[in-house]
């Protein structure tokens, strides 16, 4: 799933109100740090997914479990729980709610691709069907509640400085990096999208260069526009996605079963 799935998650987890507290706004950059970092270059999601802290760091900055939250989340979204199955496993097997919601979504992807001259085989087109839905549910939320994609931003604006500089020194020790790398990749998303704080762009035409990139097309505003409407038109067909969000919750609801220091891998295709 992406940011703002994550987000609302993690907010009604925490039972935290449409603006969280300020003392822990900062708790969300952990969370969607995993999608974050391969926003620049240098980091890959097989790295960011993956938990397995050094000794004594968990202990050091207990704050990293929410990455662990992220991985979690993304697990059951595409298997249907907490763990990443041993093996792989075909689209057909895989139970989580983007991959049951994406077959429903692979006719149309299907004949989208082929109208922009890149049709796909049937692996392709479920491994892109998914990702369609996580992107249309992350659009939906943007339009059920206006509040979700402030989140982040408010956390990246207004948590103190020294709260920013231990997540990025939690996040290096994590991932056996500099402090200096995580500083680095702040404006990732920036520098992926463009202006990642007009909503309105940022979760529809913005969102459009993860679909275009997948086909190798490019980012003209005639493609921006055609693939705009696939994502409206996806958004539809995902309306139950608060029936998703209420069942990470209630998975993650029982820390006691995934937030130790134990290792974990998430889900990245």
């Known amino acids: 799933m992406l940011t703002n799935c994550h987000s609302l998650i993690l ?24 999608d974050h970092l391969p926003l620049t ?3 890959r999601s097989r790295e960011t997914h993956r938990f397995d802290p050094p000794p004594g760091a968990l ?26 199955p041993d093996g792989g ?69 207004s948590s103190p400085p020294e709260l920013i500089a231990e997540f990025e020194a939690g996040i290096a020790a994590l991932y056996g990096r500099g402090a200096g790398e995580i500083t680095a990749a702040r404006d990732g998303a920036e520098r992926f999208y463009g202006d990642v704080d007009d909503i309105d762009y940022m979760y529809l035409d913005g969102r459009t260069r993860i679909i275009l990139r997948k086909l190798k097309l490019p980012f003209s505003d005639e ?20 029936d998703f969000i209420r069942d990470s919750v209630d998975l993650l609801s029982d820390r006691a079963a995934w937030a130790g220091a134990g290792p974990l891998i998430g889900a990245t295709e």
């Open 11 to 34: 907010r009604t987890l925490l039972k935290h109100g449409p603006e969280p507290p300020p003392g822990e706004r900062d708790l969300y950059l952990y969370n969607i740090a995993p």
């Open 223 to 242: 493609n921006v526009a055609r693939t705009s409407r696939l994502i409206l038109d996806s958004a539809e067909r995902v309306s139950d996605f608060g």
């Open 89 to 157: 496993l075909s689209a057909a097997e895989k139970r989580g709610y983007t991959y049951r919601r994406g077959a429903d979504l692979v006719p149309l992807l299907s004949a989208f691709a082929s109208e922009m001259g890149t049709p796909l085989g049937e692996s392709d087109a479920y491994y892109l069907a998914h990702t369609l839905v996580e992107i249309a549910v992350d659009y939906a939320i943007s339009v059920a509640d206006r509040s979700v994609p402030l989140i982040v931003r408010q956390s990246r604006v």
């Open 41 to 43: 270059e240098g980091f």
């Open 59 to 84: 202990e050091r900055y207990p704050k990293l479990i929410w990455v662990k939250c992220h991985l979690v989340v993304d697990n059951f979204c595409h298997y249907g729980g907490a763990g990443k």
